[in-house]
C-alpha cells in the first residue's frame, strides 16, 4: 500500500549532516567524542547551513560493531554521556534551527541485551529466531537453551524475530508475522520511537530497514510493517520523520518512509546508481560491487545516465509521497575525498548534490575534504575483509590545523583512530579564514539552494546534456553546468536557454556571483573548463 502522506513540511529544505559521534568531537579529552562535544560545535552546522543532523548509534552497547550492536535502547552509551546530556543536545541543536535524528537498529540487537541473555535461557521466548538443528548461518546457543540463533550481520547481532512471509514444515522456526514474538517486537519499535521522540528527537534513521520479516518476496510483509508504524506515527508524532536504509526509494515511500537513501552497496539496481557518481574504485571495494569508471573522475571516462536513470525512475514513483536522499558518503563507505580525487575536484561534486532535486545529506568532514585513510587497524568491528576497511572513513573531524583536541590528547590505547598524518590536511580553523576553500563553497552552495528553492528538493529537472558537462535546468528558472574531469567541454545551448543574454550567473542576496567557476556562455554555446561549475538564472 503507497502512502500519500509526505510528511512534514520540514523535510521539503533538509540538508542533513551525518556525524559518527566518535570521532566528530570530545569534550572531555578521553579520546572518544560525546555528546558535549557536538554541542559545542553546533555553530559550525548552523554556520554551513545545516538544518537536520543524524547520529549514528548512541546507545548502550559493547561496540563491537561500532554502536551496531544495541544492549539498551532507552539509554545512551555511556562513553558519549547520559540521557540529560542527549537531552541538552537536541534543545540546543532545536534552538539553533537543527533537528536530530536518532539511528534506530531494528532489526537486531547485540548479543549482549537482556532480551537476548533472556532468551538464551528459554526455550519459550521467541523475541529472536531459533533453529533445533544445525543450519547454515546460524550461530550455537551461548546459554542453556538449546539450538541455534539466526544472526543478522555479525554473529554478536542475533535478529529479532518479525517472523517469516513464507512458512515451511521442515523449518519450524519460521514463525508468521503475527505470532507472538513478532507482536512483541513491533511492539517494542513503537516503545522506543516514543520515548525519544517524546525527549525531542525529530525522527529516524533506520539501519538495515529493509531486513526485517525473513524471506519475504518483494518484501511485502516488510512494507506493510512498516506502514503500520507509519499509521501510528501520523496519530502521535506528525511532525517526525522516517528516513530508511533501504537503498530503492520507491520501496521504502511506499512502504511508508519519508526518505530513503541512495545507497553505494548492493547490486545494480540498488547500489550501482550511486557508486556510478563517486566510486573511483579505491577505498571501501569488493570485489562483486566493480562497475566501470566513476563520473566524478579526473580522466571523464564515466557517464552520468546510469545514475539519472535511476534517479528518475525513482522520482517518478516517489513524486508527492516522499524523498530521496543523495550522500556524498557514510560510516560504511568511502569519502568523497579518496584515492586520486581530492583538491578542486570536490567543488563540482557539491555543486551537483545541492543543485540537484534530491535531499543532500554531507557526511561530517567532507565539507573540508577530509580524506579516507587507508590501512587503518580494526576498531570496533570497521574491517570487513583484505578489501572492506570502514576505519579509513571514521577517523577524528580534523577541527584544527594540529592535533585534534582530546582525540590526540589522549592515551594511545583510548584513542580511537589515527589523526591524518599528512601535515597538509584540511581542517575547519584554516579553511573558515580561506573565503576559497572547499567549506566556503559548501556554504555558498547551500545558500544558494535556500535563496532558491527551485534549485530545491521539489524543484522539476531537465537534462540538457548528459556528458561532460552535465548541464540540466531546474524549475525552468536555473540553468546548472557541472564538468568533473580535468579536460574542458563545450555545450551548444538551444532554445531560449541559447538566447543571447538568456542566462546571467546566480546571486545571493546581491552578493558577487561566486558560484561560477570556469564557466561561461559565449555566443549560445556553454563552455566548462576542467574541474568547474556554474550555476546560472534564466531569462
Given at each position: 500500500?503507497?502512502?500519500?502522506?509526505?510528511?512534514?513540511?520540514?523535510?521539503?529544505?533538509?540538508?542533513?549532516?551525518?556525524?559518527?559521534?566518535?570521532?566528530?568531537?570530545?569534550?572531555?579529552?578521553?579520546?572518544?567524542?560525546?555528546?558535549?562535544?557536538?554541542?559545542?560545535?553546533?555553530?559550525?552546522?548552523?554556520?554551513?547551513?545545516?538544518?537536520?543532523?543524524?547520529?549514528?548509534?548512541?546507545?548502550?552497547?559493547?561496540?563491537?560493531?561500532?554502536?551496531?550492536?544495541?544492549?539498551?535502547?532507552?539509554?545512551?552509551?555511556?562513553?558519549?554521556?547520559?540521557?540529560?546530556?542527549?537531552?541538552?543536545?537536541?534543545?540546543?541543536?532545536?534552538?539553533?534551527?537543527?533537528?536530530?535524528?536518532?539511528?534506530?537498529?531494528?532489526?537486531?540487537?547485540?548479543?549482549?541485551?537482556?532480551?537476548?541473555?533472556?532468551?538464551?535461557?528459554?526455550?519459550?521466548?521467541?523475541?529472536?529466531?531459533?533453529?533445533?538443528?544445525?543450519?547454515?548461518?546460524?550461530v550455537a546457543s551461548p546459554g542453556s537453551r538449546p539450538g541455534w540463533y539466526r544472526p543478522n550481520f555479525f554473529d554478536c547481532q542475533p535478529a529479532l524475530n518479525f517472523g517469516y512471509a513464507r512458512g515451511s514444515s521442515e523449518e519450524p522456526w519460521r514463525q508468521p508475522v503475527d505470532a507472538e514474538g513478532p507482536r512483541a517486537n513491533r511492539a517494542a519499535l513503537r516503545g522506543i520511537m516514543a520515548h525519544w521522540l517524546g525527549l525531542g528527537v525529530a525522527g529516524f534513521r533506520v539501519d538495515m530497514a529493509y531486513s526485517l520479516v525473513k524471506d519475504d518476496p518483494g518484501r511485502v510483509e516488510t512494507a506493510k510493517l512498516w506502514t503500520e508504524l507509519r499509521d501510528w506515527l501520523d496519530r502521535t508524532h506528525p511532525e517526525a520523520a522516517l528516513f530508511a536504509e533501504w537503498g530503492e526509494p520507491?520501496?521504502?515511500?511506499?512502504?511508508?518512509?519519508?526518505?530513503?537513501?541512495?545507497?553505494?552497496?548492493?547490486?545494480?539496481?540498488?547500489?550501482?546508481?550511486?557508486?556510478?557518481?563517486?566510486?573511483?574504485?579505491?577505498?571501501?571495494?569488493?570485489?562483486?560491487?566493480?562497475?566501470?569508471?566513476?563520473?566524478?573522475?579526473?580522466?571523464?571516462?564515466?557517464?552520468?545516465?546510469?545514475?539519472?536513470?535511476?534517479?528518475?525512475?525513482?522520482?517518478?514513483?516517489?513524486?508527492?509521497?516522499?524523498?530521496?536522499?543523495?550522500?556524498?558518503?557514510?560510516?560504511?563507505?568511502?569519502?568523497?575525498?579518496?584515492?586520486?580525487?581530492?583538491?578542486?575536484?570536490?567543488?563540482?561534486?557539491?555543486?551537483?548534490?545541492?543543485?540537484?532535486?534530491?535531499?543532500?545529506?554531507?557526511?561530517?568532514?567532507?565539507?573540508?575534504?577530509?580524506?579516507?585513510?587507508?590501512?587503518?587497524?580494526?576498531?570496533?568491528?570497521?574491517?570487513?575483509?583484505?578489501?572492506?576497511?570502514?576505519?579509513?572513513?571514521?577517523?577524528?573531524?580534523?577541527?584544527?590545523?594540529?592535533?585534534?583536541?582530546?582525540?590526540?590528547?589522549?592515551?594511545?590505547?583510548?584513542?580511537?583512530?589515527?589523526?591524518?598524518?599528512?601535515?597538509?590536511?584540511?581542517?575547519?580553523?584554516?579553511?573558515?579564514?580561506?573565503?576559497?576553500?572547499?567549506?566556503?563553497?559548501?556554504?555558498?552552495?547551500?545558500?544558494?539552494?535556500?535563496?532558491?528553492?527551485?534549485?530545491?528538493?521539489?524543484?522539476?529537472?531537465?537534462?540538457?546534456?548528459?556528458?561532460?558537462?552535465?548541464?540540466?535546468?531546474?524549475?525552468?528558472?536555473?540553468?546548472?553546468?557541472?564538468?568533473?574531469?580535468?579536460?574542458?567541454?563545450?555545450?551548444?545551448?538551444?532554445?531560449?536557454?541559447?538566447?543571447?543574454?538568456?542566462?546571467?550567473?546566480?546571486?545571493?542576496?546581491?552578493?558577487?556571483?561566486?558560484?561560477?567557476?570556469?564557466?561561461?556562455?559565449?555566443?549560445?554555446?556553454?563552455?566548462?573548463?576542467?574541474?568547474?561549475?556554474?550555476?546560472?538564472?534564466?531569462?
Amino acid at each position: 500500500m503507497t502512502s500519500t502522506r509526505p510528511g512534514p513540511d520540514w523535510l521539503a529544505d533538509a540538508v542533513l549532516y551525518q556525524i559518527y559521534p566518535q570521532t566528530f568531537a570530545d569534550s572531555d579529552g578521553d579520546g572518544i567524542g560525546d555528546f558535549a562535544g557536538i554541542a559545542e560545535h553546533l555553530d559550525h552546522l548552523c554556520w554551513l547551513g545545516v538544518n537536520t543532523v543524524w547520529l549514528t548509534p548512541c546507545f548502550a552497547s559493547p561496540f563491537r560493531d561500532a554502536g551496531y550492536d544495541v544492549t539498551d535502547y532507552l539509554t545512551p552509551a555511556p562513553r558519549y554521556g547520559r540521557t540529560e546530556d542527549l537531552v541538552a543536545l537536541v534543545e540546543a541543536a532545536r534552538r539553533k534551527g537543527i533537528r536530530i535524528l536518532l539511528d534506530l537498529v531494528a532489526g537486531h540487537t547485540s548479543d549482549r541485551h537482556p532480551w537476548f541473555l533472556a532468551a538464551a535461557e528459554d526455550p519459550a521466548d521467541h523475541r529472536y529466531i531459533w533453529s533445533d538443528r544445525q543450519v547454515d548461518g546460524f550461530v550455537a546457543s551461548p546459554g542453556s537453551r538449546p539450538g541455534w540463533y539466526r544472526p543478522n550481520f555479525f554473529d554478536c547481532q542475533p535478529a529479532l524475530n518479525f517472523g517469516y512471509a513464507r512458512g515451511s514444515s521442515e523449518e519450524p522456526w519460521r514463525q508468521p508475522v503475527d505470532a507472538e514474538g513478532p507482536r512483541a517486537n513491533r511492539a517494542a519499535l513503537r516503545g522506543i520511537m516514543a520515548h525519544w521522540l517524546g525527549l525531542g528527537v525529530a525522527g529516524f534513521r533506520v539501519d538495515m530497514a529493509y531486513s526485517l520479516v525473513k524471506d519475504d518476496p518483494g518484501r511485502v510483509e516488510t512494507a506493510k510493517l512498516w506502514t503500520e508504524l507509519r499509521d501510528w506515527l501520523d496519530r502521535t508524532h506528525p511532525e517526525a520523520a522516517l528516513f530508511a536504509e533501504w537503498g530503492e526509494p520507491a520501496a521504502a515511500v511506499a512502504a511508508g518512509f519519508h526518505a530513503d537513501f541512495f545507497l553505494h552497496f548492493g547490486g545494480e539496481d540498488q547500489g550501482l546508481p550511486l557508486r556510478s557518481l563517486w566510486n573511483n574504485g579505491a577505498g571501501t571495494v569488493e570485489e562483486f560491487w566493480q562497475q566501470g569508471p566513476c563520473y566524478f573522475e579526473a580522466e571523464g571516462r564515466g557517464t552520468p545516465r546510469t545514475f539519472l536513470d535511476a534517479w528518475r525512475c525513482a522520482a517518478e514513483l516517489t513524486e508527492g509521497n516522499g524523498h530521496i536522499v543523495l550522500p556524498t558518503a557514510n560510516h560504511d563507505f568511502s569519502r568523497l575525498a579518496t584515492g586520486p580525487r581530492s583538491g578542486e575536484q570536490l567543488a563540482p561534486a557539491f555543486a551537483f548534490l545541492f543543485t540537484w532535486p534530491t535531499l543532500p545529506a554531507v557526511y561530517y568532514g567532507d565539507e573540508i575534504g577530509m580524506r579516507y585513510l587507508p590501512g587503518l587497524p580494526d576498531v570496533e568491528g570497521s574491517v570487513l575483509g583484505p578489501r572492506y576497511n570502514r576505519a579509513g572513513s571514521r577517523t577524528p573531524m580534523q577541527w584544527t590545523p594540529g592535533p585534534s583536541a582530546g582525540f590526540s590528547a589522549a592515551p594511545p590505547e583510548r584513542l580511537y583512530l589515527p589523526l591524518d598524518p599528512d601535515p597538509r590536511r584540511p581542517d575547519v580553523l584554516s579553511q573558515r579564514a580561506d573565503p576559497t576553500s572547499l567549506l566556503h563553497t559548501v556554504r555558498r552552495l547551500i545558500a544558494l539552494r535556500r535563496a532558491h528553492p527551485g534549485l530545491g528538493a521539489s524543484g522539476g529537472v531537465e537534462v540538457r546534456h548528459a556528458g561532460y558537462p552535465l548541464v540540466y535546468t531546474r524549475s525552468g528558472r536555473y540553468l546548472v553546468a557541472v564538468n568533473p574531469r580535468r579536460e574542458p567541454g563545450a555545450v551548444r545551448l538551444t532554445g531560449e536557454v541559447g538566447a543571447v543574454g538568456a542566462v546571467r550567473p546566480l546571486e545571493v542576496d546581491g552578493a558577487r556571483p561566486l558560484e561560477v567557476r570556469g564557466v561561461r556562455i559565449v555566443d549560445g554555446e556553454l563552455r566548462a573548463d576542467g574541474f568547474s561549475y556554474g550555476v546560472f538564472e534564466l531569462g
